[in-house]
Structure formats: C-alpha cells, structure tokens
C-alpha cells in the first residue's frame, strides 16, 4: 500500500498536481495511520522460518534484507512464499535523544 501511495505522488508530482510538500504531508500522516492502526488494531501474532537470506544492507541508519523462500506460520494457517522484503530502521522519532550508556 505504502508503495502504491509513493508511486502515486511521484505521478502527481510529476504532473504538477501537487507539490513535493504536501505530498511529504501526505506520506507523514500515512506512516502515523498505519503504525496507529498496526499497534491498536492487529492482535494476530505471525513468526517466519526465513530460508535463504539472499542480500542485505544498511546504509542512512536504514537496513534492508531480501529474504528467498520464507515460511509464515500464523495461529491455524502456513504459508510459503518466493521472497520477502524486509526494511528496518531505527524506531526513535527525530530529535528524541540517543540513550545514554551507563
């Protein structure tokens, strides 16, 4: 979905429907939304077997791992697929302070 949305923009940026701001706007309340709606909302609980850890990177404080042939076990259901996309990256807010280390 989150893609779908970037593409989206993008087009409309393109095409000076919009401006690059307000479509940073838009991008900002859909990360609150989603992460709102992620904690409050889904209870089911998933793990996954990965198979085949096929590339991974860090780069901007940004991690991003290619996953081939991972299993999803859900509570009564499993589930196979190719390959996933893993991006993780640090979950402090901006301008919120590195803990200290004692």
Same mark, same amino acid.
């Given at each position: 979905?989150?893609?779908?949305?970037?593409?989206? =923009?993008?087009?409309?940026?393109?095409?000076?429907?919009?401006?690059?701001?307000l479509?940073? @706007?838009? =991008? =900002?309340? !859909?990360?609150?939304?989603?992460t709102?709606?992620?904690?409050? @909302?889904?209870?089911?609980?998933?793990? !996954? @077997?990965?198979?085949?850890?096929?590339?991974?990177? !860090?780069?901007?404080?940004?991690?991003?791992?290619?996953?081939?042939?991972?299993? !999803?076990? =859900?509570?009564?259901?499993?589930?196979?697929v190719?390959?996933?996309?893993?991006?993780?990256?640090?979950?402090?807010?901006?301008?919120?302070?590195?803990?200290?280390?004692?």
């Amino acid at each position: 979905i989150g893609m779908a949305l970037t593409d989206s =923009l993008d087009e409309l940026i393109q095409s000076s429907h919009i401006d690059p701001q307000l479509a940073m @706007k838009v =991008l =900002l309340q !859909f990360d609150k939304s989603i992460t709102e709606a992620l904690e409050t @909302k889904v209870r089911t609980k998933a793990t !996954f @077997k990965a198979g085949h850890l096929h590339t991974y990177r !860090f780069c901007d404080e940004v991690w991003t791992f290619i996953i081939k042939n991972p299993n !999803f076990k =859900l509570e009564n259901d499993q589930i196979h697929v190719d390959k996933i996309k893993i991006v993780a990256c640090n979950a402090k807010k901006p301008g919120e302070a590195e803990p200290t280390k004692n």
